[in-house]
């Protein structure tokens, strides 16, 4: 293949037992669209020709899908180093353990200091205390291996932040609480949500999103933890402004494909329109159409005109609408008659 490509996201499924409220691809709510295993294997085939430095699995809840360890483990076995994202609803030991043996980094998502903040945004009970005993599982195996001088996994916590969750005195008493919890917690990453998919929406925008003032704020009380934390445990809050376009960095050049459950090729993450799907045609046809896609002047300049995350929520709404695949359309058509019918 004759492009690069640094990093592959790979929602492998749609299939989630959690609604999260904020979540970017609505799983849990819509057809799963996972692959068979042969057909995945086809496009664990494609990525491993391209030979990423990294690849995020993700979804909906990855860990439902039957071929998942076996597509992680192939690509890690490449040299492929693979992140696993889970919301830990589901962790059997014998899962915790083949990971240590399939993925560079495992990262369970809880997004509240405790069961009531958390099981809200995530829409089920019982939510924060499976992905703490996820977190249990993993921090057994990783213990047990470091111990018997074996490699693992780093494993870490990625927390989301919204309105409702980013208290720093929250922050604060969840990472002291963590900490005891799992010594060997390689890491804790806070990320403000990005406006995608129902984030996006007006009134998850009204309720929810923080703002960049907000998001500068919280990257300070970030590094004011890290200089507090304890053990080795890395503390920090990403900047997801990285997804915008940056002085003298081209959102055209970023190096990110992202690939939905069945193989259609996302023309940028985070926005629903597609440009074709590797199952059917190479990468070395479909990359010229994703940078087609990000320099055309509608779709640059709406990328270029945020200044706020007000102005990022609106440009997912427009692109999502004008470019997502006609199911795409009637799903979003469905979240507006919903927020209609609550109002
Ligand atoms: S756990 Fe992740 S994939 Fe599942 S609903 Fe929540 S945000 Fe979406």
């Not at 992140?83 to 980094?105: I, Q």
């Not at 427009?318 to 019918?341: H, K, M």
Request: net charge negative.
């Amino acid at each position: 293949m004759t492009i690069t490509i640094g990093k592959f996201i790979w929602d492998i499924t749609y299939a989630c037992p959690l609604q999260c409220i904020h979540c970017y691809t609505e799983s849990g709510r819509r057809p799963a669209r996972a692959l068979d295993r042969d057909a995945a294997m086809r496009v664990v085939d494609v990525i491993l020709r391209a030979q990423p430095q990294k690849i995020s699995i993700s979804g909906g809840e990855p860990l439902s899908v039957r071929w998942s360890l076996e597509a992680m483990k192939r690509l890690h076995d490449a040299g492929i180093a693979v992140t696993l994202f889970t919301s830990g609803w589901s962790m059997p030991d014998k899962t915790a353990a083949a990971l240590a043996d399939a993925v560079a980094s495992v990262a369970v998502s809880i997004d509240g200091a405790d069961a009531s903040i958390h099981d809200m945004i995530r829409a089920r009970s019982g939510a924060f205390d499976r992905g703490m005993k996820a977190l249990d599982a993993l921090h057994r195996v990783k213990t047990e291996r470091l111990a018997a001088g074996q490699s693992c996994f780093t494993l870490g916590i990625d927390y989301t932040l919204t309105r409702s969750n980013a208290k720093e005195a929250d922050l604060e008493r969840f990472v002291e609480a963590a900490s005891k919890r799992f010594p060997k917690l390689d890491f804790i990453r806070f990320g403000a949500v990005i406006p995608s998919g129902l984030a996006a929406e007006p009134g998850y925008e009204a309720s929810e999103l923080l703002s960049i003032e907000e998001l500068i704020e919280l990257i300070a009380v970030g590094q004011r933890l890290n200089a507090c934390a304890v053990n080795a445990l890395d503390i920090s809050v990403t900047d997801v402004r990285y997804f915008l376009p940056q002085p003298g960095v081209s959102a055209v050049d970023l190096d990110i494909a992202h690939l939905e459950p069945d193989g259609a090729l996302r023309a940028f993450p985070i926005y629903e329109a597609k440009v074709g799907n590797v199952l059917e045609e190479s990468l070395d046809v479909l990359w010229p159409k994703v940078r087609a896609w990000r320099s055309d002047p509608f779709v640059a300049g709406l990328m270029e005109s945020v200044k706020t995350m007000a102005d990022w929520a609106n440009t997912a709404r427009t692109l999502d609408r004008r470019y997502g695949s006609p199911d795409d359309r009637e799903r979003i058509a469905r979240r507006g008659q919903a927020e209609l019918e609550l109002a």
